[in-house]
Structures are given as structure tokens and as C-alpha cells.
């Protein structure tokens, strides 16, 4: 069976460590077991080494496509956060996925935007990593980020 790190192998990435967070809060909270298992991440801007690798609007500074490549990299640290919540990154199912795109009046292509970061799930995670999805156009992120990404997860 293959896991999902050779998943990622395949694909050419390497899950990252977790993001450390940027301000006052914490990279996930869990509800007990009794409760349901869920694992609600904060919210993962497209940092690669620690640098935002591009700032801007959707409609205006980028393409939809390089929107979906950013949503991609958010995505790819939302695993490694679910990795270290969980333990064990075959073990995780990917319930719900927000994706917020930084966008311009104008632009209505936020759902394509946030196919980056929902191809790259069920890349890696396979049937796990299907979810239900909103993909919601905002005017500004932290950061001036085109896009953060957060999930609701639980253990298989």
C-alpha cells in the first residue's frame, strides 16, 4: 500500500515542518475523541521556508492559475499541520476545506483558485482527502496573502 508520503514523493514535494504561527493563536485545536475527533487547523497561508513567495489580488497582481499553485502550497502546509495534530499523516481525513481568496470585485473564479489546494488533498490522501469545500473571495489577507487555507480534519 502506498502511504501518503510516497504520495507526496511522487508529486515531487516534501511535506514541510509546520508553520509556526504568525500571531496569537495556535496551529490547531482538537475536540476530544467523545466529541468527534475533529481537528480545526488555523488557517495556512502559501509560506515556503517562511517567506510568502507572493503577495496580491486575484483579478489584478495574479492568474488564476498561479492562484491555484499558491492554493497548492497552502494546502501542502495544512498537511503538515495535520501531520503533527494527528501523528501520522496516513491516518488523516480531510472533512471540510476553506479556501479564502484575496480577489478583486471582479473576479469570480475563487472555486478554480481553490482546486489547487482540493487536487493536492486527494492527490495525497486519496479517497481521505475528498472533502466539502467553500471558496470565499475576501478583499485582503494577512500578509497581503492571495489566499490562506484552513481545514476540519479527523483520524481514520
Given at each position: 500500500?502506498?502511504?501518503?508520503?510516497?504520495?507526496?514523493?511522487?508529486?515531487?514535494?516534501?511535506?514541510?515542518?509546520?508553520?509556526?504561527?504568525?500571531?496569537?493563536?495556535?496551529?490547531?485545536?482538537?475536540?476530544?475523541?467523545?466529541?468527534?475527533?475533529?481537528?480545526?487547523?488555523?488557517?495556512?497561508?502559501?509560506?515556503?521556508?517562511?517567506?510568502?513567495?507572493?503577495?496580491?489580488?486575484?483579478?489584478?497582481?495574479?492568474?488564476?492559475?498561479?492562484?491555484?499553485?499558491?492554493?497548492?502550497?497552502?494546502?501542502?502546509?495544512?498537511l503538515a499541520v495535520a501531520a503533527a495534530a494527528i501523528g501520522d499523516l496516513d491516518r488523516v481525513r480531510v472533512v471540510k476545506l476553506t479556501v479564502f481568496v484575496a480577489s478583486t470585485p471582479d473576479f469570480t473564479e475563487?472555486?478554480?483558485?481553490?482546486?489547487?489546494?482540493?487536487?493536492?488533498?486527494?492527490?495525497?490522501?486519496?479517497?481521505?482527502?475528498?472533502?466539502?469545500?467553500?471558496?470565499?473571495?475576501?478583499?485582503?489577507?494577512?500578509?497581503?496573502?492571495?489566499?490562506?487555507?484552513?481545514?476540519?480534519?479527523?483520524?481514520?
Amino acid at each position: 500500500m502506498v502511504g501518503a508520503l510516497d504520495r507526496l514523493s511522487e508529486l515531487g514535494l516534501e511535506l514541510p515542518s509546520a508553520p509556526a504561527p504568525a500571531a496569537a493563536y495556535q496551529p490547531w485545536a482538537q475536540l476530544p475523541d467523545g466529541a468527534g475527533g475533529l481537528v480545526f487547523t488555523a488557517g495556512q497561508l502559501p509560506v515556503v521556508d517562511g517567506v510568502l513567495p507572493r503577495t496580491g489580488k486575484l483579478g489584478a497582481d495574479l492568474a488564476t492559475d498561479e492562484g491555484a499553485a499558491l492554493a497548492r502550497t497552502a494546502a501542502l502546509n495544512v498537511l503538515a499541520v495535520a501531520a503533527a495534530a494527528i501523528g501520522d499523516l496516513d491516518r488523516v481525513r480531510v472533512v471540510k476545506l476553506t479556501v479564502f481568496v484575496a480577489s478583486t470585485p471582479d473576479f469570480t473564479e475563487q472555486h478554480l483558485v481553490a482546486n489547487g489546494a482540493s487536487e493536492l488533498l486527494a492527490d495525497v490522501l486519496g479517497d481521505a482527502g475528498v472533502h466539502a469545500r467553500s471558496a470565499v473571495g475576501v478583499p485582503v489577507l494577512p500578509l497581503d496573502s492571495p489566499v490562506e487555507v484552513e481545514a476540519i480534519l479527523t483520524a481514520r
